[in-house]
């Protein structure tokens, strides 16, 4: 008799594709077979995230067939629904899809689905099971009491069982008899859930000494005592009370979207709503990565701890919305992006930081549009709910960002959920949030309740935050995003390009036209400060910028080189004046340690110092003519003298200039399996799939030809593992990626032993290359800063 796994088998790699795109997370990691694959499918976790996933009428047909009597056909199920066949056919692919049912002509739930599904249909077990636990006294006396005479020649539970089921297989009259009270408390329990709690429910009770409601209930067989404290209803009793309907109101269709958009329906305003809606959603899609490379960048420099239970700590956030001037919920949200993007993670195991990553590197050297792609496929699959951040658990402990209590299961799919009911209510139409929540709630109707509402108010939040909507309507690059395409052609032409110049005007200020190139944007935030942001950034020079710049190890010439290559203008007078006057004072003085020292070649100099009535703090004395010692420390002296007017540097003991600005840091990603593990609900794309697919065939073949495993791994060409600088190295990957080819890449491990692969790329994203190791028979990820080069195979 064929089994699930030999139907699996028996699947199309078409076939297989789609089980594996509609249930992600069968492959975490790539089962080694499809036995594996057909075991891990029928897992109680595996079972439930797929029946999550079902529509209310999908789900109702499933529940069907654990309840309608074996062999069921469509007709059958179409009678039992009051659906139309095509209804019934198009639901039974469904869940063959999911691989939740199996078969052609008739239809048969997949292992692991009657045990996720505990009461169908809101009904509880048949007759024969539920009373299957009562002893046979019980039984006896209970099959006397209903049949009006001791049964004859019943000596085992089996054939009690069976004639208890007839004579409660039209349980009318027992329920009329039991009486209206009776009845009152059978039908709270008729649609379900079919359980109740009662006291001593198991107590020994007869048709003619019952007096509760409850135990005239009992005593008919309408009701089966489970254990002392719960009773079950029976299933044809149930269904007695619903008039054999298996639900009381079953929609085959989703609900109508409301539309809270113009009613104006011709073509051309349809056309300047899009219009507004994608320019609004660009625009903040770029003000998005602004933020972000603004966040990062300060990072790099100055990163924030991590708390002792993980996260980061309610002051550092709030200083990051003051940094970016944002709410403290959109503050959130872009450092959780930024996480989940993995362009940020945290240093060390104890003590650590939280510091930017190689990826985010990687991240610079793209375009706008595909660092918004990048944050954006982030955000959507990432299972961490920025809008808890500030929030208290239920133990009324605080939840900080980046902690590990901002995990919530549920959000990649309420995500993508709500964003594809955008995607289907068309073009120049906004959906009303309440019939959005209506459809959601018929869509996935198992994962209800106030969470999800409240997740789905953050989605809407974040998503126009992010740029992916525009005045409640899904942006049309968006739509590219979620459908698995590349949104940055649809994104980059609404996008302002970045530009290498700059109008410095008279009043000391420097007006950016738009985004600037990543260099510039860097050295400008160094010599001057941010005055205002928007369509254009204004910023202006200040002796604390000029000197900032000095301090970091820029001399004059390249302050003022830097200014006139990128200036539109000849550089104003006043702007060379300020730039030479800090850069003679700059370094005049000279700060060291004894616990510290000034060193000067003026002797006034010091004699000014001395005199000044700021300076008796300092507690300075002579050594020398040009020398002043201090006991206090260097960096509160340089503050100290900076505070009076002046403009010391720090100086080493070798007599050399200390460049008292940090270098931007990185922190590495932590250690990574190179099996492929995926997030639950977390979608994957086309390519991927392939692979996986040819990893499991692979994997059948291995295990009904033992011997000849290694046959099917191709083998690396010989020599050494090849080497490329690395931007060549993610050039040619992303070549690969989209071309499809194989490529020889050399690798280095975790205990950095190198070896070669052959791999087939699939994605590159995170500061990971993600693809099908030829070599190894399986999915495999590689982390991109230990590939140490590429060569393309054809």
């Given amino acids: 008799m064929e089994t699930y796994a030999d139907w699996l088998r028996a699947r199309g790699d078409d076939e297989l594709r789609a089980l594996l795109s509609a249930r992600p997370e069968l492959l975490a990691p790539v089962p080694a077979d499809l036995t594996a694959l057909a075991a891990r499918a029928a897992t109680p976790t595996a079972i439930s995230r797929a029946l999550d996933r079902l529509d209310r009428f999908t789900l109702a047909v499933l529940e069907a067939l654990l309840v309608l009597p074996p062999p069921t056909t469509p007709d059958a199920l179409a009678t039992a629904l009051g659906a139309t066949p095509q209804e019934i056919d198009d639901a039974a692919e469904t869940l063959r899809r999911y691989g939740l049912a199996w078969g052609n002509e008739t239809l048969a739930t997949a292992p692991g689905v009657r045990q996720g599904l505990p009461h169908p249909a809101g009904l509880g077990p048949p007759v024969q099971e539920v009373f299957a636990g009562y002893p046979i006294d019980r039984l006896t006396t209970l099959v006397t009491d209903l049949a009006g005479e001791a049964p004859r020649g019943f000596t085992d539970s089996s054939r009690l069982l069976q004639r208890l089921t007839e004579l409660l297989s039209a349980p009318g009259p027992l329920i009329e008899d039991a009486g209206p009270d009776a009845r009152a408390a059978l039908e709270q329990l008729a649609w379900g859930p079919p359980v109740g709690r009662v006291a001593d429910a198991r107590r020994p009770v007869r048709l003619d000494t019952a007096t509760t409601p409850i135990e005239r209930l009992l005593a008919r067989g309408l009701l089966a005592a489970e254990d002392d404290r719960t009773v079950t209803l029976p299933r044809e009793v149930a269904l007695h ?3 054999g309907r298996l639900f009381r109101d079953l929609s085959t269709r989703p609900p109508p979207l409301s539309d809270s958009s113009s009613a104006d329906t011709d073509a051309e305003a349809v056309q300047r709503r899009e219009d507004r809606v994608v320019r609004a959603a660009a625009g903040e899609a770029f003000n998005a990565v602004r933020l972000m490379e603004e966040l990062l960048e300060r990072w790099g420099l100055e990163p924030p701890p991590v708390l002792r239970s993980g996260g980061l700590a309610v002051r550092d956030l709030r200083s990051v919305a003051v940094l970016l001037d944002v709410p403290e919920w959109k503050a959130a949200l872009l450092v959780e992006t930024a996480y989940a993007a993995g362009l940020l993670t945290r240093s060390g195991d104890l003590d650590g930081e939280w510091m930017p990553t190689p990826a985010y590197d990687l991240w610079l050297m793209r ?3 595909g660092r918004w792609t990048e944050l954006a496929r982030g955000w959507l699959k990432s299972d961490r709910a920025a809008g808890l951040a500030g929030e208290r658990d239920d133990r009324d402990r605080l939840i900080n960002a980046l902690s590990e209590a901002m995990v919530r299961g549920s959000a990649p799919s309420v995500r993508r959920a709500a964003l594809q009911i955008l995607a289907d209510a068309g073009r120049g139409k906004a959906v009303d949030a309440d019939a959005l929540r209506v459809r959601l709630a018929w869509l996935r109707p198992r994962r209800g309740g106030p969470a999800r509402d409240r997740m789905l108010g953050w989605t809407l939040r974040e998503a126009a935050a992010l740029g992916i909507t525009g005045f409640g309507e899904l942006a049309p690059f968006a739509r590219d995003l979620l459908a698995g395409d590349d949104p940055e052609p649809g994104l980059e032409k609404y996008l302002p390009d970045p530009v290498d110049r700059i109008l410095i005007q008279a009043d000391l200020t420097a007006v950016a036209p738009g985004p600037l190139v990543t260099d510039l944007a860097r050295e400008l ?17 200040t002796p604390e910028s000029i000197r900032r710049a000095l301090d970091a190890g820029r001399t004059a010439a390249d302050v003022t080189g830097l200014l006139t290559r990128h200036s539109a203008t000849p550089l104003p007078q006043p702007l060379t004046y300020l730039i030479d006057d800090v850069a003679r004072r700059h370094g005049h003085l000279r700060v060291g340690s004894l616990s510290s020292y000034i060193r000067t070649d003026s002797p006034a100099t010091l004699d000014e110092i001395l005199a000044d009535r700021r300076a008796d703090a300092l507690r300075l004395h002579r050594l020398a003519p040009t020398v002043l010692a201090s006991g206090m420390h260097r960096a509160e002296l340089l503050d100290a003298l900076r505070a009076m007017g002046l403009a010391p540097v720090a100086e080493s003991p070798g007599g050399g200039v200390i460049i008292t600005r940090p270098d931007a840091q990185r922190a590495d990603p ?17 390519s991927m799939i392939t692979a996986a697919v040819r990893a499991l065939r692979a994997g059948d ?4 030809h033992g011997a000849e495993q290694a046959r099917l791994r191709a083998d690396a060409p010989p020599g050494d593992p090849p080497r490329s600088p690395a931007m060549a190295t993610i050039d ?3 070549g690969a990626v989209e071309r499809g080819g194989r490529v020889w890449i050399g690798y280095l491990d975790q205990q950095g032993q190198a070896s070669s692969r052959i791999v087939e790329p699939v994605r590159v994203e995170g500061g990971f290359l993600t693809g099908y190791d030829a070599t190894r028979a399986a999915v495999h990820r590689f982390a991109l800063h230990r590939i140490t080069g590429v060569s393309e195979l054809d």
């Fill in 701 to 704: 073949e291995a295990s009904r």
């Fill in 732 to 734: 040619r990957l992303r």
């Fill in 670 to 686: 932590p250690p990574t399996a190179e099996i492929v593990r995926l997030r639950p609900d977390e979608t994957v794309d086309a």
């Fill in 367 to 369: 375009d706008t549009a």
């Fill in 241 to 243: 009370l619903r008039g």
């Fill in 525 to 541: 935030a160094l010599a001057a400060d941010v005055e205002s942001t928007g369509g254009a950034t204004v910023y202006r020079f």
